[in-house]
């Protein structure tokens, strides 16, 4: 894309100002705080807070924006499929920001499609909750979120109507082989470079295929400290459902530890907190195949960004460092972990 | 010319860092100036080694492919039955790798050239799976030679590396 073909990022205030007067169906509002989160990459997320009125009576709301970037989403999942997923689990035990609207229409704020959701209060950040002060509140949310991950396990998938917008496995080698095959395939529509250790990685994957699983569940997808929102002690809300589908709910364990989650707690109390709360039996040799998984899961969420950069013009600088470093970094780390 | 590239660099980060982001109090513009910092240091690295890594790379892979091929023509040689994975396939993808020529292209593409034979291998193994227990040994070579090169890799990207572990601020 040619910078001068590229659409001015960001959000205009005062267009998003006019929009929510519009649709909160208020007689005065004012955007108090427009602010772009630093931290996940796969789209753009805004935090909106307004202050207005509606006949006599004064409010306040706090919202958040999520929109593919100028070029493009990041994941190869689209935007709507991630709305339906905050929509679905909105009244269900498993929580989330509560999902409010889903719009298309570019001339409403200047891009297209986004979607609105309910901010949360509390906090996302690990620095906060690494504070060396602060171990002991680490090990209640560490305890929290194990038993909040046995709610999404648990969870009734099917009422939820999450069975409707996604891929359902029919046994058990699909909970791995649907979603292997759906990144292998974002990675090969960019036409990355040949890369050896990448193709090494599919084909262990392929090879070692689990072939039981207790149950189909939801699956989280992005499990990690920066991913859920907490307040207190407590984890108020799962954040980052991008990635989500249906499979083995040992994915999301090796996507914990993967993350660190265990900087938490250690991996043997969360895992008890976990069962304790009703979460299927843990198993640590599918947890290690779907720690392999995830890098080759990062690679094809990743890589592909590169081929954005040619004649044609580049990207942000931010996209060349997410696009290299996560990759080769998890190029490595997944080779170590199939013993070489 | 002077200064050199890497000098030039240099030079860059120097304003990046004691200049320009000390200023930039907006969150997301700051995180784009550090990403910009470590683009930086990956490009020094890769200005002075990338040749030599090339180099290496392409020796290296030669060099399994070569053993690859040896062993798959005295396989196909063996196998009267026909029964075997079809090891003259596979002598013939590695063959591809022998007859480009060195210098053709430039380091980049050649590289490319002869990792996209690495690949096909590959491809070939798994296809042939199960058949013979050379194919297993075959592929132990394979990734062996895969764990090598993403050594060499590593050094020139390390800096651009992004951990997802929590750390405190």
């Known amino acids: ?340 | 010319m002077r200064p050199s590239p890497e000098e030039l660099l240099d030079s860059l980060r120097l304003s990046l860092n004691e200049t320009l982001l000390p200023k930039v109090e907006d969150r997301w513009a700051r995180y784009v100036g550090t990403a910009m910092d470590l683009v930086l240091q990956h490009l020094k690295l890769r200005l002075a080694h990338e040749g030599d890594v090339l180099a290496e790379d392409d020796a290296d892979m030669l060099a399994v492919l070569a053993s690859l091929g040896t062993r798959a023509a005295a396989l196909a040689e063996q196998d009267t039955a026909g029964t075997a994975p079809r090891w003259e396939e596979l002598a013939g993808l590695v063959g591809a790798a022998r007859t480009a020529e060195a210098g053709e292209h430039g380091a980049t593409a050649r590289n490319e050239e002869l990792r996209g034979v690495v690949v096909a291998v590959m491809r070939w193994l798994d296809e042939a799976d199960g058949a013979d227990p050379a194919v297993e040994e075959m592929r132990d070579e394979v990734y062996r030679l895969v764990r090598r090169q993403v050594d060499r890799t590593r050094p020139l990207v390390e800096p651009l590396f992004m951990s997802f572990r929590p750390v405190a601020s």
């Open chain 1, 1 to 340: 894309m040619s910078a001068a073909d590229r659409k001015a990022a960001g959000l205009d205030r005062g267009r998003v100002g006019a929009y929510l007067k519009e649709r909160l169906a208020a007689d005065t509002l004012e955007v108090t705080q427009l602010r772009r989160n630093v931290g996940g990459m796969s789209r753009e997320t805004w935090f909106v807070e307004v202050s207005g009125t509606r006949g006599a009576t004064p409010f306040t709301d706090a919202l958040t924006f999520r929109v593919d970037h100028p070029e493009g989403s990041v994941v190869p999942v689209d935007l709507e499929r991630e709305y339906r997923v905050f929509a679905a689990l909105t009244p269900t035990e498993v929580p989330v920001a509560e999902a409010l609207w889903y719009e298309t229409d570019e001339s409403l704020i200047g891009r297209a499609p986004f979607y609105v959701r309910r901010t949360v209060p509390g906090s996302a950040s690990a620095g906060k909750l690494f504070a060396p002060d602060n171990a002991e509140a680490r090990r209640r949310i560490g305890r929290h979120l194990a038993e909040r991950l046995a709610a999404v396990h648990t969870l009734d998938w099917r009422a939820a109507g999450l069975g409707e917008f996604m891929a359902v496995p029919e046994r058990p080698e699909d909970c791995a082989l649907l979603e292997l095959a759906h990144y292998e395939q974002a990675y090969r529509a960019a036409e990355p470079e040949p890369m050896p250790v990448v193709e090494a990685l599919f084909s262990w994957l392929k090879r070692n295929v689990p072939t039981e699983v207790e149950r189909v569940s939801l699956v989280w997808g992005d499990v990690g400290v920066g991913n859920f929102i907490y307040r207190g002690d407590r984890v108020v809300a799962l954040t980052d459902w991008e990635q989500a589908h249906l499979g083995d709910p040992m994915k999301d364990w090796a996507s914990a530890l993967w993350r660190g989650a265990d900087a938490l707690l250690p991996r043997e109390e969360m895992f008890e907190a976990y069962e304790k709360a009703g979460g299927p039996r843990i198993d640590e040799e599918r947890i290690h195949y779907y720690s392999v998984f995830i890098d080759a899961e990062y690679v094809c969420t990743s890589f592909p960004l590169l081929s954005e950069f040619g004649p044609q013009g580049v990207r942000d600088a931010t996209f060349a460092r997410l696009g290299m470093g996560v990759p080769y970094m998890c190029m490595d780390h997944g080779l170590g972990a199939i013993g070489y």
